[in-house]
């Protein structure tokens, strides 16, 4: 229920306002790289660039889906509340520790969110000396500095400081945020499955057969949701840390504060959804596995023309967590390792670079 509200509070934020202030920030971060500034400045203004990309589109397709989300969070608890009832023992335990480890991951997101944005604030606080001037190059060009629209310029540079800030709290909250309720709902479904699974291996599949379907409607509606906003916080938990990793590799030490809060979102953020992904669709393989070992010899035609739909069900390939668009598919360990590995050949080239330049 917090998360929900969390999430109420997060739409209810002014859409307008918050889609020009990234536009904006986006329009700085791009006329940086056309000025004089240090190799530093200008990597963190991609950087600048690429979250607040990342962040407007997050903003409009979660409004857009917010509807559809809501309904799914709804189908979900009510399939689990249904689910416990129906569970055994030793379910209603398993059942209570998928619970628990969905709340230990929320809170590991929103900790991690929390601690991005104190760096990335204190990123572009540092950064806010360059504001003015980027302002000015690329509206105004150089004038004398006590003319009146250098004082303009310079009276811009310090409002821009709370609406940059700004942009990084709701970068930060509606990216994690976001993440979170993925997590939640997959693994909620993971669950729920794996229960379903059970129940029809061990005796009558009439009493699942129901649940089945519902869970189904809610893995459709949470593909929906998640597929077309998916591909671009992906952008942040794989081409903006990538970014920082280079960062961090030529300039060691100095790197700044944003390259080192974000390097480690590969890990904290990517492999858990290509995780949870991969264990939605094991669970829903399994399926047939564990409805083909159930008590066929005791069922009436009935029963078994049921458990054969459910094993059927089994080879769909709707409902997953996926992504739209280029690069799109289903999130799953083998796609986290082929991200890897890729990574890993960019990483190999950047260090070859610095050695090269060395010599």
Known sequence: MSLILETSLYVCIPLQFTVVSLAYAMYVSAAAQWTDQPASSKQFNIRVFLSAYSSIVNSLIFTRNRNTLFST???????????????DNKGKVAMQQSALQSRLYTKLFLSYGATVYVAVGTGLLLEHRHYSDILDMTIGGA??????????????????MPIFEYNAYIGCIGLFLTISLVSTVTRSLITVQGQINRGVERGDCVPWTALQSQVVRAARGSEEAFADVLPHILLSAYILPLLATADVVFNGPEADLFALAISPVVLVVLWPLCDLGDGLLEAREQLCTSAYSGPWLEETPSQTRRRLLMMSFSYGRRGLLRTRGLGGGVLSREAFGDGLINWVKFLNGIINLKTLSKD
């Open 73 to 87: 969070m709804e189908w979900v608890a009510d399939l689990a509340d249904c689910t416990y009832r129906l569970a």
């Open 143 to 160: 004038g004398d500095p006590g003319s009146t629209w250098r004082q303009v310029v310079g009276a811009i540079g310090y409002i821009q």
